[in-house]
C-alpha cells in the first residue's frame, strides 16, 4: 500500500493565471510553453491548466472568422505538444469542426491529444458575443489523472448547473473549468458564492483558472481558485497578478484539496484602482507606446489621471501638460504643478491665449452679431485637445483623456476637445467614485510605480474645491447640473438598473431633475460613440455593454 504521501497518493496542480495577448499566437505559446517547463521541471506538477482560449487570447472577436488563423494555432499546438512530456496539459483554444468552430479545451497527454472537450454554455450577454462565432458542445468530458476521473467545463459552464449534472452523472470525482472571466465590481464575490453552489450540487472540487490582464475596455481580474467539496476556498491567487500556483490533492481515500494559500480580497477601491491600473498599462504596453501623456487642469479628473498613469507606466513615461487660459485660476496651476512634481512626473506649461485668441479671430466675420455661448467654452477645450495630439504625434505617447463616467452619461465633454485621445481611464467611473478613489490612493503614501512619492499625491484643494470646467468666469459644474451626489443617483438608477423615470421620481428625486438628466443621456449617445476607449468596471460600461441607436425618435 502506498503511504499518504507517496506520489499515487497525490495529485499536483499547476494553475497558470496568465496575461495574454489577443492574436499574439507565437508570444501566447512562448509564455504556455515556458509554463509547462516551470511547472514540470520546477513545482513538478502532474498537470498544469491554462485559461480559456489560451492561444488566441479573449476575446479574439472577429480575428476568428479569417481562414490564415487556424494554420497558426495548428502550428503552436504541435509546438507545445512537442514538449509537453512528463506533464499532463490543459489548455484553451479555438477548435475548427468541419464547417463549425467551437470554444474548446484540449487534454494533452505524454504529447499527444488525449481529449477535447466543447464549451458548452455560450455567452452572449453583455460583453459576451460566444453564439456569433462558436458552435456548443453538448458532452460532458472525462480524462483519467492518475486514476482520478476529472470532468474539463470552460467559463460559462460553471454558471449553469447542467454541465456540472452531467459530469458528475459521467461519474466525475473533479472538475477543472477553464476562464476568461472579466472584472467588474463584486464580481469575485459572485464567482465564489457560484463555484460553492456548484461544487455541492456536485459533490467535487473544482479548480477554477482565470485570465489576468487588460484587453481593450475589458481587464481580468485573476483570482483563480480552488473549492472543496462543500464549497470551501481553499486557495484563492492574487488579483490582477500573472504567475503559476501549485496546489496539493490527496487522492486516498477521496479527493481533497489541501488547505493552500488564500490571497485576501481587496477593498472595493483598492480592486477597482488595481482594475484601472492594470488596464491603462496593458492597452499602452501591448499597443506598443512609450508613454502617456496627460492634459493636467487642476481638478480632480485629471489628477487621478495623472495618479493612474504614473502607477501604471512609471512616472518617467508620463508627461503632464498645463494649458491655463484667461479663465484658470491660480491654484489650478499651482495644484497640478505641486502633483507633477509630487509624482516625479515630467509637467510643461504651455498657455492656450495665444491660440484661442487666433481662433476668435479667424473666426471674428463669421461669428459677428452672435452672442458669447458655449461655442467659446468648446473652442478652448479643442485648442487643449489640439494642443495634445501634437505632442502625442510628436512624442509617440498616448493621450489618456480624463472625463469620468458622468460627464460621458450627460455629455458634459467636448467632442474633439477634453475627449481627444486614445484611452479613457475613468470612462466607467462615476464622479463620486473619482473623489473615493482619490481619497484612497492619497492613503496609500507612496507611489504605487516605487517612485517613492510622498503621502497625499493629490494636494488637498482638489478634492474639496467646487468642480469646475473653467471655460468662462466664476464657472462652476453645477451651473449646468445638478451636485454630483444627486446626478450620480439619478444616472445609476436610469443607466445602470434601467429604471424609468417614474421609478426615479418615486424615490424622492424631482421629477424635473429626472426627465433632464434622461433627456440629456439619451441626447448624447453620438458623443459617447466617438469617445476613446476605457476601463470597463461596472455592469453597464458604455459602448461596450450599453449600446443605444444614435438616431432615435425614443423619448424620455
Known amino acids: 500500500m502506498n503511504s499518504p504521501e507517496s506520489p499515487s497518493s497525490t495529485l499536483r496542480i499547476a494553475i497558470a493565471q496568465l496575461n495574454l495577448t489577443v492574436g499574439d499566437i507565437p508570444g501566447n505559446t512562448r509564455q504556455v ?119 474539463l467545463t470552460i467559463c460559462e459552464d460553471i454558471w449553469s448547473p447542467d454541465p456540472m449534472r452531467r459530469a458528475a452523472d459521467a461519474g466525475a470525482k473533479l472538475m477543472l473549468n477553464i476562464n476568461a472571466s472579466p472584472y467588474h465590481t463584486g464580481k469575485i464575490h459572485e464567482r465564489e458564492i457560484l463555484l460553492a453552489k456548484r461544487a455541492r450540487e456536485g459533490s467535487m472540487p473544482i479548480v477554477y483558472v482565470n485570465l489576468v490582464g487588460g484587453q481593450d475596455e475589458l481587464v481580468f ?12 476556498v481553499i486557495f484563492r491567487a492574487p488579483d490582477f497578478e500573472a504567475g503559476l500556483f501549485l496546489t496539493v490533492f490527496d487522492t486516498l481515500p477521496m479527493i481533497r484539496p489541501r488547505p493552500a494559500t488564500i490571497c485576501p480580497l481587496p477593498a472595493q477601491e483598492e480592486s477597482i484602482y488595481r482594475a484601472l491600473l492594470t488596464g491603462v498599462r496593458d492597452y499602452v504596453g501591448k499597443n506598443r507606446f512609450p508613454g502617456a501623456i496627460v492634459g493636467l487642469s487642476g481638478g480632480i479628473d485629471s489628477a487621478l489621471t495623472l495618479a493612474i498613469g504614473a502607477d501604471a507606466l512609471g512616472a518617467d513615461r508620463v508627461e503632464a501638460v498645463l494649458m491655463p487660459s484667461r ?18 512626473v515630467a509637467y510643461h506649461i504651455v498657455p492656450i491665449e495665444s491660440v484661442f485668441s487666433a481662433f476668435l479671430d479667424s473666426l471674428s466675420d463669421v461669428f459677428a452679431g452672435a452672442p458669447v455661448d458655449v461655442t467659446e467654452e468648446n473652442l478652448q477645450a479643442r485648442c ?28 458634459y465633454a467636448t467632442l474633439y476637445g477634453d475627449m481627444a485621445g486614445g484611452f479613457a481611464p475613468l470612462k466607467d467611473v462615476s464622479k463620486e467614485q473619482v473623489y473615493r478613489l482619490a481619497a484612497w490612493r492619497n492613503e496609500q503614501g507612496s507611489d504605487l510605480s516605487g517612485n517613492g512619492a510622498p503621502s497625499g499625491i493629490i494636494p488637498q484643494r482638489v478634492l474639496t474645491r467646487a468642480p469646475s470646467a473653467e471655460l468662462a468666469p466664476d464657472q462652476k459644474d453645477e451651473d449646468s447640473l445638478p451636485p454630483y451626489p444627486i446626478l450620480d443617483a439619478i ?35 453620438y458623443k459617447r460613440r466617438q469617445a476613446a476607449p476605457g476601463v470597463r468596471i461596472t455592469q453597464r460600461a458604455f459602448g461596450r455593454e450599453r449600446r443605444y441607436p444614435i438616431t432615435s425618435g425614443y423619448a424620455i
Open 33 to 151: 510553453i515556458e509554463n509547462i517547463r516551470k511547472a514540470r521541471d520546477v513545482i513538478e506538477a502532474d498537470v498544469v491548466i491554462f485559461p480559456e482560449l489560451t492561444l488566441t487570447g479573449y476575446p479574439p472577436e472577429d480575428l476568428l472568422l479569417r481562414p490564415d488563423l487556424y494554420p497558426r494555432i495548428e502550428r503552436a499546438l504541435e509546438d507545445i505538444a512537442g514538449i509537453a512530456q512528463g506533464i499532463d496539459v490543459v489548455l484553451g483554444y479555438p477548435r475548427r469542426d468541419g464547417d463549425r468552430l467551437h470554444n474548446a479545451c484540449v487534454y494533452l497527454q505524454n504529447g499527444t491529444v488525449s481529449a477535447c472537450y466543447d464549451k458548452q454554455s455560450l455567452p452572449n450577454y453583455g460583453v459576451f458575443d460566444e453564439k456569433r462565432y462558436f458552435a456548443p458542445g453538448d458532452e460532458p468530458v472525462l480524462v483519467d489523472i492518475k486514476g482520478i476521473p476529472v470532468a
Open 221 to 232: 481580474d485573476g483570482h483563480s481558485l480552488v473549492v472543496d467539496t462543500e464549497g470551501e
Open 327 to 344: 479663465y484658470t485660476a491660480d491654484m489650478s496651476i499651482e495644484d497640478a504643478a505641486a502633483q507633477a512634481r509630487s509624482l516625479g
Open 384 to 411: 487643449r485637445g489640439v494642443l495634445l495630439m501634437a505632442i502625442s504625434n510628436k512624442s509617440g505617447k498616448m493621450v489618456l483623456t480624463t472625463g469620468n463616467k458622468s460627464e460621458l452619461a450627460v455629455g
Open 491 to 525: 444616472l445609476d438608477r436610469y443607466v445602470e438598473r434601467d429604471q424609468s423615470p417614474e421609478q426615479i421620481s418615486a424615490e424622492g428625486f424631482e421629477p424635473g431633475t429626472v426627465a433632464r438628466i434622461g433627456a440629456m443621456v439619451l441626447r448624447n449617445e
